[in-house]
T-cell receptor, first 112, second 113 residues
């Protein structure tokens, strides 16, 4: 069953602006990750945040996690045209039958 | 030097045919996965294998049969193809079952006519 729901489904901004994407999930998680998918390509891992963490940074990316609200946000600062892609959150519950469950994704368009 | 490679990248075939998609990873990972991405970009896990052993079979029809001859390869064979099988199929790998980060292949776009 689908775990994550990204919001918004699509986002269009100008270069230099910040982009914020949100993800909500339904069940308890072990970790939450964000992936990027360029058109016609595979997914690329961006950042992982553990359930006991609240915020994490990586370059221009900032991820927050609120386990009480079962939600996460991905902020991309000073966006570039090259950031145009679909962004997916993915959750896992740990355990031996490990699997990542993905949301529907947010399509981000950064206009030059 | 591609880490996770899938072939073919594109596959167009008729309903009822049987087809295979191959996947190889050169990362030394123990665990491999097949995901299906539909036309709305929803990504759903199909199978996972850990060191050639089936770990997850996510209620996929019997027409789909994965095969892992060794831990570096996970192939997907589909019998009696149906229109609804049209999708992009992604292979992925991770260092071990329970490890967190997946490395994905570029995808294989299957179109069933």
């Amino acid at each position: 069953s689908q775990q994550g729901e990204e919001d918004p489904q699509a986002l269009s901004i100008q270069e230099g602006e910040n982009a914020t994407m949100n993800c909500s999930y339904k069940t308890s998680i072990n970790n939450l990750q964000w992936y990027r998918q360029n058109s016609g390509r595979g997914l690329v891992h961006l950042i992982l945040i553990r359930s006991n963490e609240r915020e994490k940074h990586s370059g221009r990316l900032r991820v927050t996690l609120d386990t009480s609200k079962k939600s996460s946000s991905l902020l991309i600062t000073a966006s570039r045209a090259a950031d145009t892609a679909s962004y997916f959150c993915a959750t896992d519950s740990g355990g031996s039958n490990y699997k990542l469950t993905f949301g529907k994704g947010t399509l981000l368009t950064v206009n030059p | 030097d591609t880490a996770v490679s899938q072939t073919p990248k594109y596959l167009v075939t008729q309903m009822g045919n049987d087809k295979s998609i191959k996947c190889e990873q050169n990362l030394g990972h123990d665990t491999m996965y097949w995901y299906k991405q539909d036309s709305k970009k929803f990504l759903k896990i199909m199978f996972s294998y850990n060191n050639k052993e089936l770990i997850i079979n996510e209620t996929v029809p019997n027409r789909f049969s994965p095969k892992s001859p060794d831990k570096a390869h996970l192939n997907l064979h589909i019998n009696s193809l149906e229109l609804g099988d049209s999708a992009v199929y992604f292979c992925a790998s991770s260092p071990r079952s329970g490890a967190n980060v997946l490395t994905f292949g570029a995808g294989s776009r299957l179109t069933v006519l």
